[in-house]
């Protein structure tokens, strides 16, 4: 079992027991079994009149302390203390059957058959009988049964007493001496009384000191006012019922406010990387398990109207010169997201920092979705223009980086999808088509527009296609129109768009028709470009909404010579009607009329941040990826700076109009911290408060902070912050909630989970309470309705009340105070008075630590249930409480450190073969493998007690308890930590294993692998592991 070699500690229970005192002091013994036994152990006269008399068995039966037998039995499971306590059980149990044996046969003999003591008698010696092991070692149910019978009788031994005294068939000799014996009972009794009355009269009299009254029991109670009321005042005194006969009241006005918390989240780095964790949702740690979160911006921009083609969007942030650029970029740097009909979907991007720009760009393939306008059901916002969002979770990188200008180039090819008309109207441009209309001639024009490039400040606009029935070079193209004195340089057109209902010519004319270095006909381009492209700063919308252009044909003077066709061909047939044969002319070639097919539109545009062609919003991720709006042109941190790597945001609606924030935080252990990461003493937080204004966090000044009870999160307490000013419009959100965030800087490993926050929680005291805690929920309404509340909830448990104390409390109270005189020497002078300061303390164990410089430090150990029942951790600020209240009674030298116990997990693993018996359950004897296994190492863990630290076991003895179980053929396997002994026996060193402190607890982690009987047989060899002793 698990050994302890230091002092244990002082549990409350053994101290308010143990303390010698006198109220309760037995001087004279007045118990008639005790009486009994004694005389008859004492021998003389009487001892063969009560040895084998059945009252004197039953009360060596009654003294018969059985009360830790089964454990004990149980932790040697394995050692030789088995057979040990096996054999001493049962040589009582065969004493007590061979006296009753005794005394039956002398009443047979005397004539008293019939009597009721006799029965009784045989009664019990055939249940002990009953009992005895049939063999000569006793098995572990025999041992079991034994324990079970004996202790059946010691429940009935009163029973058993008062029949056989009443029976009336008494010895003569041995009812004159029950009858001395009470009477002597009756004079001991009066003595102990008078003599346990003088520490009452000493205290009463001499020291009048009183046990303590009652105190009143507390509890908050959280009032929700209704929706359309103001704030109000609750009157001091007023009641809340607790039940039929008990009323809590107000002590004070208490202010309701309308303002609620309605959520809290935990925002802080770890390796770099941005994490988000909504508290309030149970007891985890707040600065762990959260989701990654991203922060950035929202660009929403009639350049993000992109409805088909090639896609290809640039975004450049200019950077201040002051920004610090990165020397590299981590991966995934930056994450896009782009609005479409399924939500935000995420885009591969590039980016770069080139020059003083930031440049991040992505593609959107032919066949991909378009952009769309974000609506409140499958984005959270309604936005007139589609949305770009480029997020970070990695803010070290962009921390120092300022921007001053955004700009977004858009270049867009295949356009299909455009609307084209000439002179027969619309034209369909999915089939060739005549651009310039049937006669083709000199200033006939087209027309082609899109909503698209309508939206959007164009640099270049191309139209490009196939051209059709025309000759394929150009040297075919010029014999054509060689005859009207033309050729395919003097085919120009002019373009013009559409500005103001005026229509404004691009540049100078272009050529019609293009011809590749070899003379073949190139495909269709018509180009307009700006004036402005190479100057940004004067871009600006360069057409009207439909985004029209028109394109004209200037030269050559005949068109595309239908009409100069016409009259030559008339000429030359006149003239052929008239003349000989070999005046013949020859009739000209009717030119072709141009076709345009796979007709595609492509544009460059480019708006910068001051144009109202971009909207730029924060996302900040503390308001549900709310964006929050920024200024135009004003100096902008590529991310809001945060004062502290661990931040807790709070929400609150219906703050307009206030100025006082009070809210009241619960808070418990984190579970995942519990057992091995317990809290441990000189853990500090600070906390720092800010305000959201609507585009920035401002700070909130120490002196704004009335109250600050929670000390940064470490423990449970009110908050409360008055504002500078009242809150309006400007400092809520889209949803109007105000924000508030506490900065936390210090050992944030000391902040415990937030099981909850409330803004109303007011006070109330017991009236008349007898000091007993109020169950969490009692208190549900006023005593008296107000119209104004809606509900009134209790979330949590009374607190500060304490019983009466009563006389026995009141002695030990007393007599702990004479005993350590409020100076703390000895180790059980600082037990006491932890135990006497702090009721909630169940357990206190000193540890004295040799220090430096011969001075000594002390290590207090507090077990407490308080805040967890299982592992009796307290919070940091507790420990602290406790070393400050103890110090103020030790020496100037003597350092004092108040610690949780610290838990460390041990690993156990056993492979095992059972033994083949049907009867067994292979999943029984798993589980009470790991019971023995618990019961070496840890006793205290099955039965749910206190432990004691500083505890270690050995390997062999773990090895002894597992080896003997009687349903194990082979232990093939015992690994601790990872060490195993090759073999066990005498000459083999033992491994023991303890704590790394004095105040450690091992815990240990039991894997038990069940192996068929087969494995491990053939796996040794001669010269290697096989050895014959």
């Known amino acids: 079992m698990a050994m302890n070699n230091q002092h244990s500690g002082t549990l409350r229970t053994d101290q308010e027991a143990n303390l010698a005192r006198l109220d309760d002091f037995q001087v004279l013994t007045s118990d008639l079994r005790i009486q009994l036994h004694r005389l008859e152990k004492s021998g003389g006269t009487l001892r063969p009149l009560l040895e084998n008399h059945v009252l004197t068995v039953l009360a060596d039966i009654s003294r018969k302390q059985l009360s830790g037998y089964g454990e004990s039995f149980a932790d040697a499971q394995g050692t030789a203390d088995v057979a040990r306590y096996a054999e001493k059980l049962r040589r009582d149990v065969e004493d007590w059957s061979r006296r009753l044996e005794a005394y039956i046969l002398q009443g047979l003999m005397s004539g008293r058959s019939g009597s009721v003591a006799i029965e009784i008698a045989q009664k019990l010696d055939d249940s002990l009988k009953a009992i005895l092991p049939d063999g000569s070692v006793a098995k572990k149910e025999d041992y079991y049964r034994m324990l079970c019978t004996v202790t059946a009788i010691q429940k009935q031994a009163d029973r058993y007493t008062k029949q056989a005294e009443e029976s009336g068939d008494t010895e003569p000799a041995l009812a004159l001496l029950l009858a001395y014996l009470k009477n002597y009972g009756g004079i001991t009794d009066t003595f102990n009384h008078r003599l346990a009355s003088l520490p009452g009269i000493y205290l009463r009299e001499i020291l009048h000191a009183e046990p303590k009254a009652a105190e009143p029991d507390n509890a908050y109670a959280v009032i929700t006012s209704k929706e359309e009321a103001e704030g109000f005042t609750l009157e001091a005194g007023t009641a809340f019922p607790a039940g039929a006969e008990q009323v809590y009241k107000?002590?004070?006005?208490?202010?309701?406010?309308?303002?609620?918390?309605?959520?809290?989240?935990?925002?802080?780095?770890?390796?770099?990387?941005?994490?988000k964790h909504p508290l309030l949702q149970g007891t985890e740690q707040p600065f762990a398990h959260g989701k990654a979160l991203y922060i950035g911006w929202q660009i929403e921009s009639p350049m993000l109207v992109l409805e088909e083609g090639e896609r290809k969007v640039t975004v450049l942030f200019s950077l201040t010169s002051d920004s610090i650029l990165p020397d590299s970029f981590p991966a995934d740097a930056l994450a896009?997201?782009?609005?479409?009909?399924?939500?935000?979907?995420?885009?591969?991007?590039?980016?770069?920092?080139?020059?003083?720009?930031?440049?991040?760009?992505?593609?959107?393939?032919?066949?991909?979705?378009?952009?769309?306008?974000?609506?409140?059901?499958?984005?959270?916002?309604?936005?007139?223009?589609?949305?770009?969002?480029?997020l970070t979770d990695q803010p070290r990188w962009v921390s120092r980086l300022n921007i001053d200008g955004v700009e977004i180039q858009a270049e867009v090819t295949g356009i299909r999808n455009f609307t084209l008309n000439n002179e027969l109207g619309e034209a369909d441009t999915a089939q060739p088509f005549q651009p310039f209309g049937i006669q083709g001639q000199r200033g006939a024009s087209f027309l082609f527009g899109s909503t698209e490039t309508?939206?959007?400040?164009?640099?270049?606009?191309?139209?490009?296609?196939?051209?059709?029935?025309?000759?394929?070079?150009?040297?075919?193209?010029?014999?054509?129109?060689?005859?009207?004195?033309?050729?395919?340089?003097?085919?120009?057109?002019?373009?013009?768009?559409?500005?103001?209902g005026r229509w404004k010519r691009c540049g100078e004319g272009q050529r019609l028709f293009r011809f590749d270095a070899d003379g073949n006909m190139d495909k269709a381009e018509i180009s307009f470009i700006s004036d402005e492209k190479e100057d940004p700063d004067k871009c600006g919308d360069h057409c009207d909404k439909e985004g029209l252009f028109r394109v004209t044909l200037e030269s050559p003077t005949i068109g595309f010579g239908v009409e100069a066709y016409r009259k030559r061909f008339m000429e030359v047939m006149t003239h052929n009607s008239r003349c000989k044969k070999k005046e013949l002319m020859e009739i000209p070639q009717e030119p072709s009329e141009p076709l345009l097919a796979d007709v595609e539109l492509s544009y460059l545009a480019k708006a910068g941040w001051k144009d109202s062609a971009i909207r730029l919003s924060r996302i900040t991720g503390w308001s549900e990826q709310e964006p929050q709006a920024v200024g135009e042109g004003e100096i902008q941190p590529f991310l809001l700076p945060a004062p502290a790597e661990h931040l807790v945001l709070f929400a609150f609606t219906r703050a307009k109009g206030k100025r006082k924030v009070r809210m009241y935080i619960d808070t418990a252990l984190p579970e995942e911290r519990i057992p091995f990461d317990s809290p441990q003493p000189g853990q500090k937080v600070k906390a720092g408060w800010e305000l959201w204004n609507g585009t920035g966090w401002q700070s909130v000044s120490p002196e704004s902070v009335k109250t600050e009870e929670t000390g940064g999160l470490t423990q449970s307490g009110f908050i409360e912050i008055t504002l500078s000013e009242q809150i309006n419009d400007n400092y809520t959100d889209g949803q109007g909630r105000l924000w508030l965030r506490a900065a936390l800087t210090g050992d944030v490993s000391a902040c415990l989970a937030i099981r909850g926050i409330?803004?109303?929680?007011?006070?109330?005291?017991?009236?008349?309470?007898?000091?007993?805690?109020?169950?969490?929920?009692?208190?549900?309404?006023?005593?008296?309705?107000?119209?104004?509340?809606?509900?009134?909830?209790?979330?949590?448990?009374?607190?500060?009340?304490?019983?009466?104390?009563?006389?026995?409390?009141?002695?030990?109270?007393?007599?702990?105070?004479?005993?350590?005189?409020?100076?703390?020497?000895?180790?059980?002078?600082?037990?006491?008075?932890?135990?006497?300061?702090?009721?909630?303390?169940d357990k206190a164990q000193c540890i004295a630590i040799p220090q430096e410089n011969a001075l000594l430090g002390i290590c207090i150990v507090v077990f407490s249930c308080a805040e967890d029942s299982r592992y009796f951790l307290s919070s940091a600020w507790k420990l602290e409480e406790i070393r400050r209240a103890v110090s103020r009674y030790t020496s100037p030298f003597v350092t004092v450190k108040v610690v949780n116990p610290q838990y460390e997990k041990i690993e156990v693993y056993c492979r095992v073969v059972l033994r083949d018996n049907p009867q067994r359950y292979e999943s029984k004897v798993l589980r009470q493998l790991v019971v023995l296994a618990q019961n070496c190492i840890a006793p205290w863990y099955r039965k749910r007690e206190i432990p004691d630290s500083g505890q270690s076991f050995s390997y062999k003895e773990l090895h002894a308890r597992m080896v003997n179980h009687e349903d194990l053929l082979r232990l093939v396997l015992l690994e601790v930590d990872g060490v195993s002994l090759p073999d066990v026996d005498v000459e083999t060193e033992d491994h023991v294993f303890k704590g790394s402190k004095p105040w450690s607890i091992l815990l240990p982690e039991i894997k038990i692998e069940l192996l068929s009987p087969g494995d491990g047989i053939e796996k040794a060899e001669i010269g290697g592991n096989f050895i014959i002793k």
């Open 758 to 841: 409330w803004t109303n929680c007011i006070r109330v005291t017991a009236v008349n309470g007898d000091g007993t805690s109020l169950p969490a929920g009692t208190l549900q309404e006023l005593e008296e309705i107000d119209e104004r509340i809606e509900s009134v909830t209790q979330p949590l448990p009374g607190f500060g009340g304490r019983t009466a104390e009563t006389e026995t409390q009141h002695a030990v109270r007393q007599q702990m105070r004479l005993h350590n005189r409020h100076r703390a020497i000895t180790m059980r002078d600082y037990e006491e008075l932890v135990l006497e300061h702090f009721p909630e303390v």
């Open 336 to 390: 896009l997201q782009l609005s479409t009909e399924e939500g935000w979907t995420e885009r591969t991007c590039r980016y770069s920092v080139e020059g003083r720009q930031l440049v991040v760009s992505f593609t959107i393939g032919q066949e991909e979705a378009a952009p769309t306008v974000c609506t409140e059901e499958i984005h959270g916002m309604a936005t007139e223009y589609p949305a770009l969002r480029l």
């Open 250 to 275: 107000t002590e004070q006005e208490e202010y309701i406010s309308p303002m609620q918390c309605v959520g809290a989240d935990a925002v802080y780095q770890d390796k770099g990387l941005l994490y």
């Open 454 to 500: 309508g939206l959007k400040p164009l640099l270049e606009v191309r139209l490009r296609g196939t051209w059709k029935n025309l000759p394929g070079t150009e040297a075919e193209f010029n014999s054509l129109y060689k005859e009207y004195d033309t050729h395919a340089d003097l085919f120009t057109v002019s373009v013009e768009y559409r500005q103001g």
